[in-house]
């Protein structure tokens, strides 16, 4: 819907409504961002680490791509590790729980699938299959979008739009590479996790910029970018995420100036902070 990712207890709610129930305690680094719809939802989020149970509901197919650090789902008894840049679809007939085993990125969905089954396509519930190719990459853009747009106005278009994720699924599953793989995009050395760490590190410096952030983990700029691409987001964005969200905390807990909550949030001034509060009400940029 255009929102920003939510954090935190927020983002575990996000989670919960999704289909994904949050086990033990809430990772306060937990980011999510999700949009449901009556035949499909789409998500992606990061964290260091989480639980969850899933929704059992007969009719749906869950589809979690890892693309940094690994899950382990027990599938009705069954444990079922994955590993960064594999996908795996899951009955939600099947009892399911999910664990984080790592600091962990994901894009997460569900649907109601119509022509595709196991057995009809190159895929078995609770099968982690490598992905490459240009489907995967643009179902991972079409999510992005997704997240950033208005729904769907009627119930046609969600159907046209549930059928539309549902051939780019089939496509994914068709160009899955016969032998195993971590690659995918720039996320296949876990640079998306360290620059998250990073940033959580330095945000409270008005000095850490994008620039230090890249050099910090000693890739190029661009390729810091193409890696936060990969997963709807920018680090310029993220950084300033951050600190607004470390205002906000802020302004809860203690009694301070504006000013003093800027700077102690990583704002170089009130104005800093006001802008970048302003920005955050008119939508993602």
């Known amino acids: 819907m255009g ?22 305690v809430i990772d306060p680094t937990l980011v999510a961002e999700t949009l449901s719809h009556p035949y499909f939802g789409v998500g992606h989020a990061w964290s260091r680490s989480a639980g969850y149970t899933l929704t059992t ?22 444990v079922i ?46 099968e982690p299959l490598p992905t490459t190719g240009a489907a995967i990459q643009t179902l991972m853009t079409m999510t992005n979008s997704l997240l950033q747009a208005p ?13 539309s994720f549902e051939n780019l699924l089939a496509a994914t599953l ?41 050099r910090e983990l000693a890739v190029s700029q661009s390729t810091l970018r193409d890696t936060f691409k990969q997963m709807g987001a920018s680090p310029r964005r993220e950084i300033e995420r951050r600190r607004l969200a470390e205002a ?7 009694r301070l100036t504006t000013t003093e909550r800027a700077l102690r949030s990583g704002f170089s001034s009130a104005r800093q902070l006001a802008r970048a509060l302003a920005r955050r009400t008119a939508g993602p940029d």
């Open 3 to 24: 929102t920003e990712p939510a954090m935190g207890l927020a983002a575990a709610e996000r989670c919960d409504d999704f289909g994904w129930h949050p086990r033990g």
């Open 57 to 78: 509901a007969p009719a749906r197919t869950y589809l979690v791509l890892t693309m940094d650090g690994g899950f382990e789902f027990d599938v009705d008894g069954t």
């Open 174 to 214: 068709e160009e899955s590479a016969p032998r195993r793989s971590k690659d995918i995009g720039q996320l296949r050395d876990g640079l998306f996790m360290a620059a998250q760490a990073a940033i959580e590190t330095g945000f409270r410096d008005p000095a850490f910029t994008v620039e230090r952030l890249a």
């Open 248 to 254: 906000r905390q802020l302004e809860v807990v203690e």
């Open 151 to 163: 729904p769907p106005p009627t119930i046609a278009a969600r159907r046209h739009l549930t059928l």
């Open 81 to 126: 590790p994955t590993d960064p840049g594999t996908l795996i679809l899951l009955s939600g007939e099947a009892p399911t729980t999910a664990r984080t085993v790592t600091r962990t990125s994901r894009y997460v969905w569900y649907l109601e699938p119509t022509f595709l089954q196991p057995g009809k396509g190159r895929f078995q519930y609770g």
